[in-house]
């Protein structure tokens, strides 16, 4: 079981960092040892709330490993409903996955999804590989743009498909680091550009959670008439603090989540 949740995340990571060059060079500047030093605390992954693909299709791939649903957030402004998943071995990564709730959207909108999603083999959501398996379409850049202007992270996910959107850095477990502003510092004197939106730092010790993030990297993408750079992944960083039974605060919080959305928004 633990390889095989081992295996998964290592996936992940391979698919993440091919398009988040900046993730690999954060890594090796946080961790003493360059290497097996850095815990994740969570990974998160997105998606639409169409049935064959919803989030989920998406949560299978973990509960099957063991993970047990947490939680749940709404996000009314960016049409956004989540769940987070822990894993009984407090040590393994937890999991943050997110739908767009598309009946709140344009009919316009609607369509365009639904074309996409159309084109997905149904037997490829429940392969092994489908939560890093990108996406499963072609796109022309018109249509990115129309899903843009109405929703952002519609927009990611008609360009990224499925892959973890960010991974997170445990600052608890940091052996060179104490606290989320020394980090922030760390990177900013590093030349890495963090997400402001809400403050650089998001959350609080009274509500158990402080977290910041990069801004997305830039990657290629083709499109059916051309190619261009597009956000695509960010960096986040996490510190927990502990409730009233000593444990470490398990869950998320739904105000600094709404600003760590728009680490893909365009710099
Ligand atoms: C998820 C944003 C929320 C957190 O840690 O609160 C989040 C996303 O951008 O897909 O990751
Ligand atoms: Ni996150």
Redesign the pocket.
Known sequence: MHNQINDLFSNLWQDYVAVTPSAKKIHALLGSSQQDDVQND?I???TFNIEKINLEKLAAHFRVLGYVECGEYHFETKKLY?KHFEHPDATQPKV?I?ELLLEKCSAELQTIVHKLVDQIDAAAVTADNFLYSGRHWDIDQATYETLLEESE?AAWVSVWGFRA??F?VSVNALKNFETLGSVNDALKAAGFALNTSGGEI?GSEEVKLK?S?TLADEAMVEFIDGKRMIPSC?Y?F?RRFPMDDGRLYPG???A???K?????NAR
């Open positions: 969570h998160a992954l997105r989540a943050f997110s992270y959107n960010h997170t998001k977290q993030s960010f986040e996490a998320f919080v739904a600094s989540a709404d760590i959305f728009e680490s893909t």
